[in-house]
C-alpha cells in the first residue's frame, strides 16, 4: 500500500483542512508529519466550523486513527484546548488520536523565546504565529530538545534544565517576560497528555501500510513557507514539503503514492516576507474582503494577490504533485477579468523559473482572461461549470503540466467538485 500526501503549494491556508476532511473516508488513517498549532486548518459541514491546530483533519470522519507524526511540534496547553474543545462538541478522540514518543514539546518558554526574538529583529521580523515553533525546532537540531517520550521518565528535571537554558538566552536578550501563569497550565496539560495512546509512530504506520492500510499525510503551512524551499528567512522551521512526510512519519520515498498538490485560485500571505504579486489596490481589498483573508487562529489580515505560475511550478516540481486541487474559485466570481502571473521581469530579463531570491527587483509578468462573473457556489458537477472557468482551467493545467483533480467552490464539506479526470 502506498501513503498519499496532500499539502499546500503556496504561502500556506490554502484550504489543506477543508480537502483532508473531504477524502478522509478514502483512507484509513490520516497523519500530520510537520509543523504545531502554527497551523490553523478549518473544516466546515452540517452548519458547523471548526478549526484545528495540532490534530490531524481526519478526527470527524469514523473511526479513522489519526497520528500526530514525530516531525510535529506539540503544545500541550494548545493541544489540551483543541481537544478538550472536540470532546465537548462530541468527537471524542482519546481512542483514535495517536501521538509520536518523538513528537518533541513546544515548553512556555519556548514561546517566550520566539516573543523575544521577533523583537530583537526590529522591521526584519519574520511575523510568526508566535507559538515557540522557531525555538522548538532549534532545540531539536541541536540537541536539547524534549520529546513527547520524555514525559514518561524524569521529566521534572529535563523540563528544569531545559527551563534554565532559555531562561539565560532570554535574560541575555534582555527580554521581560512572567512565566506565574502559562508555566502551570502547561504543567497541568502535560498531565492531560497522558490520557492519550504514545506511539512509535514509525513502527504503527509501516506496520498499518504491511497490513495493507491507506494513509492520508496531512501537511501544515505551504511550500513556499519551507524551510529549505520557501522565501528564506521569511519561511517556518519545518520541511513542509513532500519529503517532509518521509522524515516526519519514517516513511520511506518509494512508499509515496499520489502527492495532492493545493492552491488557491489567488494567492496570500501572513507575515513578513516578499510576495511578487501581492495587490496594494482595491483589488487586493476585494479579494480579501472576500475570501474572509483572516487568519484562522491569529485573525491577521492575510495579505491578497493574484496567482503566482512561476511560484507554483516550482512548488510543483519539488513535491512531485500528481494532482492538483484549486480553492477558493468562488472568490473570483464576480471579477470581470482574472490575472495569472506567468513570468518574473527581473532587472528587465524575463524569466520563467523560480529564483534564488524573490525579495527585490522581481516584477510579475501577467496575463489577463475574461471572468466567468456567475455565482459557482452551488455546483454540483462540472457540466455546469461556464466557459470562462474551463478555459481558466485549461489554461492553468498547461501551464503547470499537472491535471486538477478537484475544485473546491466554498468552504462546505458539500462544495467541492471531483473532475471527470479523476473518474
Ligand atoms: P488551511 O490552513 O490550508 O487548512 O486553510 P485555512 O483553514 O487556514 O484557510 C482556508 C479558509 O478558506 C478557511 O476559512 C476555509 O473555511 C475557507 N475555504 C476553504 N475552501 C474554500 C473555498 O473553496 N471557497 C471559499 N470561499 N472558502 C474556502
Ligand atoms: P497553515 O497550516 C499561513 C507563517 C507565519 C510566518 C512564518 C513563520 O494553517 O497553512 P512560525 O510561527 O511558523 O515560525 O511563522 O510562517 N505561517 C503560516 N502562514 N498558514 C500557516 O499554517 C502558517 N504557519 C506559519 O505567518 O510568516
Ligand atoms: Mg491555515
Redesign the pocket.
Known amino acids: 500500500m502506498k501513503v498519499d500526501v496532500l499539502l ?1 503549494l503556496q504561502w ?7 480537502v483532508v476532511d473531504v477524502l478522509t473516508p478514502r483512507y484509513d488513517v490520516v497523519a500530520r508529519f510537520q509543523g504545531g498549532p502554527n ?4 473544516l ?1 459541514f452540517e452548519g458547523q466550523k471548526y ?1 484545528l491546530r495540532s490534530i490531524p483533519s481526519g478526527i470527524f470522519q469514523g473511526d479513522k486513527v489519526n497520528i500526530i507524526g514525530n516531525g510535529v511540534v506539540l503544545d500541550p496547553a494548545l493541544f489540551k484546548a483543541e481537544a478538550v474543545a472536540l470532546e465537548s462538541a462530541g468527537h471524542g478522540l482519546k481512542e483514535r488520536l495517536h501521538i509520536s514518543k518523538k513528537a518533541h514539546l513546544i515548553m512556555p518558554t519556548h514561546r517566550l523565546l520566539d516573543a523575544a526574538y521577533e523583537a530583537s529583529k526590529g522591521d526584519a521580523k519574520v511575523g510568526t504565529t508566535g507559538k515557540g515553533i522557531g525555538p522548538t525546532y532549534t532545540d531539536k537540531v541541536s540537541r536539547n530538545g524534549l520529546r513527547v517520550g520524555d514525559i514518561m521518565e524524569n521529566f521534572s528535571q529535563k523540563y528544569e534544565a531545559a527551563k534554565q537554558r532559555h531562561i539565560q538566552v532570554l535574560n541575555a536578550l534582555g527580554y521581560e517576560y512572567s512565566l506565574d501563569n502559562i508555566e502551570k497550565e502547561w504543567l497541568e496539560a502535560i498531565e492531560y497528555l497522558k490520557q492519550f495512546t504514545f506511539v512509535d509512530s514509525e513502527h504503527e504506520v509501516n506496520n498499518l501500510l504491511y497490513a495493507g492500510k491507506s494513509i492520508l499525510c496531512e501537511g501544515a503551512q505551504g511550500t513556499m513557507l519551507d524551510i529549505d524551499f520557501g522565501s528564506y528567512p521569511y519561511v517556518t522551521s519545518s520541511n513542509t514539503i513532500c519529503a517532509g512526510a518521509c522524515i516526519g512519519l519514517g516513511i520511506a520515498p518509494n512508499k509515496i503514492g499520489d502527492v495532492f498538490g ?1 492552491f488557491k485560485a489567488y494567492c496570500t500571505r501572513v507575515g513578513s516576507g516578499p510576495f511578487p504579486t501581492e495587490l496594494f489596490d482595491e483589488t487586493g481589498d476585494k479579494i480579501c474582503t472576500l ?2 483573508e483572516f487568519g ?1 487562529v491569529t485573525g491577521r489580515k492575510r495579505r491578497c494577490g493574484w496567482i503566482d505560475l512561476v511560484a507554483l511550478r516550482y512548488s510543483i516540481m519539488i513535491n512531485g504533485v500528481t494532482k492538483l486541487i484549486m ?5 473570483l466570481d464576480t471579477f470581470e477579468t482574472i490575472k495569472a502571473c506567468v513570468a518574473y521581469d527581473v532587472k528587465g530579463q524575463e524569466i520563467e523559473y523560480f529564483p534564488y531570491s524573490i525579495e527585490d527587483d522581481v516584477k510579475p509578468i501577467y496575463v489577463e482572461m475574461p471572468g466567468w462573473e456567475m455565482d459557482m457556489t452551488k455546483m454540483k458537477s462540472e457540466d455546469e461549470f461556464p466557459e470562462e472557468f474551463n478555459a481558466y482551467l485549461s489554461f492553468l493545467e498547461e501551464q503547470l503540466g499537472v491535471p486538477i483533480a478537484i475544485v ?4 462546505d464539506r458539500a ?1 467541492t467538485i471531483e473532475r471527470y479526470t479523476e473518474k
Open positions: 499546500g500556506g491556508d490554502e484550504g489543506k483542512g477543508k497551523a490553523g486548518h478549518t466546515e478549526v493545493i475570501g474572509h484562522s480553492m477558493k474559485s468562488d472568490v473546491s467552490l466554498g468552504p462544495q
